[in-house]
């Protein structure tokens, strides 16, 4: 059976999609997040009722967003019970469907419903109510006409916490009573608390190991930083991560981190690299870091698809490390992923890495030893494989890696010694970081156009990319070009992602990019949009040497691919699938233990509702201060019930099978995974049910799973080896959010 049949017999060709106001079992996307349930009104007799699926709008992202970050659903109302329009009213003749915001001050009309299932038009509303009323006329602009049903979106259930629950957490708490309630009553008949539980409650630092005393010694936990325009309760602001804190420290002889540079390997090449500590100025701060051969981000390493070359790694760091080599369908042995593929690197020793490049497209190189810290400190770096085939022509081409990292009043926020910390969220930065930068220059020209790839090296943020005074077609992901450009107004990149768009400007002004989001105020119930501008790139009216030359840009310019060139990338292939049923189920969650008691209450609370994507870190102190050894995050195979490591898998070289990523929204805090593949690509063929295109379709090895959804995934198992699955976040991943596979010969 043929990917395109596959596609075919999930919906593409019109047969009903999947209701999510219909579960059909415990792997569906959540029909709390994802339906919307109607009422009928107080004087309606009839037994009207109904319900709207919030389908997520179709496109070559798994969520569908605005450029200002709100997302987009593709509504289909079901009604039932509805009487003849004039039993409602003498005068009424239709029912129409109207969209309000929830205090009724904007109203758009959806159109003509009747009973049964109608399809409406997109709607992109943070908070909003679906209403049905009975009109006079078909074509009527405005409602008049009689209220029947009516049903709130299920964001509107994010609300402020009730006083009476938080009037404690509001008003503040004596040291005393906060141990009481962070102990659950742990107290003797004399009300007083044992030491033990004492020392749990306010999350003291537990006894270093000798071997890491110097370095806890040597760095002290302060606090993080709020988001400007949020708050968290007093009783929040008064919790600590319960490990040692460390972060490098810098030597008298530690050099200034550098500017990436550019590093072309031809088939047979070595090259030499090594990870260490480094200095560099963030707004004119100084900071120790860590590098790959100096440089952040590492070098920009380009080579030819078909080719191999030798990296010669070198541990200079003063803890273990390893090179993950991100996408690549090479040697297993070679992946950098301990312990499955090798041991760690230990400080002062060296790893040979063989790399073979058997596809095009965009990839990048990170530890996987630690990574919330080694990646998030610097060490992460791109690898450009050329010769990926249907590309448009270009004029010429840009490198971006986007990162964001933590800085507070008094430096960078230290790391968990012992165990991560960030553990619910993952680390959130407060500084956006371009290729190193916290902001990337360049320049266009009128007439040109630019190729610009993306990759969200960041822990745990998922970027909404905007490209403003410019016209952007998406062209290419993680590892291989969409069927023909798509014309986009923004770029939803998750962590470990790539993406690469053709700008060309328009002439009415210089194209900035920026992040634009909707952050979610947990607290107060609210939707707060943030943006960022990340880049700016001066217009020029007229071609010149300097803005041609490989100089535009600091990685230096890109040559562009040759569209000739014979291409690995089938557009279909053979498939074991006989139906749409999975070959695997893999469900997402979290489980948790000692929590303090202002985190797991609202918590409980904010459970109320769950957005597709948590974009932004705006409870950053109990994130903070909830550890690896507190959040235990879990892949579960759902057939099995086994989790993590006991869930592996084995499947034959050549299969290609059917999978389904599961996201239930009943964890403690259920929130986005974006979830790599290694070794293999993939093509998404379906989001909480409903196929995608075959026209967004593209080679991948990292997707984004929305919070309450489900992903269908057909996977081609081409490399044999032993590899891992895990959640890109890289918290969430040292958290036990791993499981792994073998392709047998």
Known sequence: ?????????????????PDPCVPT????PSDDLYCLHLVAAPA???PAAGYVALDIAPGPFTVAVTRDGIHRYRPRITLSGLPDPQAVDDAARVYIAWVATPRFGEWTRLGVVHNGTTSLPEIALNQFIVLVTAESDSLVAERTGPLVLRGESPSTRMQPPDFQEFAVGVLGMSADALRAHETHGAQDTTGRIPASAADHAEHRVPAAPAAAASASAATKWTTVPMPAGFAMLPAEMALRPGVGAQLPQARADTPWATRSGLVRLHDGDTLQLTASAVRKRIHGREYTMLGFNGQIPGPLLHVDRGTSVTVRFENQLDQPSSVHWHGLRQDWRMDGAPPLSQDPVSPGERFVYTLQFPDAGLYWYHPHV???MQQDLGLSGNLMVQGMDSLPEVTREEVLLLDDILIGDDGLVPFGLEHPTHALMGRFGNVFLVNGEPRHTGAMRM?????????NAANTRTFNLVLHNATVALVAADMGAFPEPIAIGSVVLAPAERYAVDVTPTGEGPVVLTNQVQALDHLYGRFVAQRDTLAVWTLAQRPTAALSAPATSHLGAVATQDSRQHSTIERTHPADAADSTPDFIFEFGLRTRDLPFTTSRMMLLDSAYFHPVEWSGTMPMMNWATTAAQANWFIRDARSGHENLDASFHVKLGDTRTMR??????????MQHPIHMHGQRFRI??????????????????????????????VEFANSGHWMLHCHIAEHVESGMMTH?????
């Open 685 to 714: 063929v379906a989001v909480n049910g409903v196929s995608v295109h075959p026209a967004h379709q593209a080679w991948k090895d990292t997707v984004l799973l929305p919070a309450g959804g489900t992903v269908d995934l057909v």
């Open 447 to 455: 007439g040109e156009t630019v190729r610009v790839w993306f990759t």
């Open 741 to 745: 596979f073998t392709v047998e010969e």
């Open 25 to 28: 079992g415990p792997y569906a």
């Open 661 to 670: 990523l599961v996201n239930p929204r009943n964890s403690l805090h259920a």
């Open 44 to 46: 309606i007799v009839a």
């Open 1 to 17: 059976m043929s990917l395109l049949s596959w596609v075919v017999a999930l919906g593409v060709a019109g047969q009903p999609q």
């Open 370 to 372: 630690r990574e919330e």
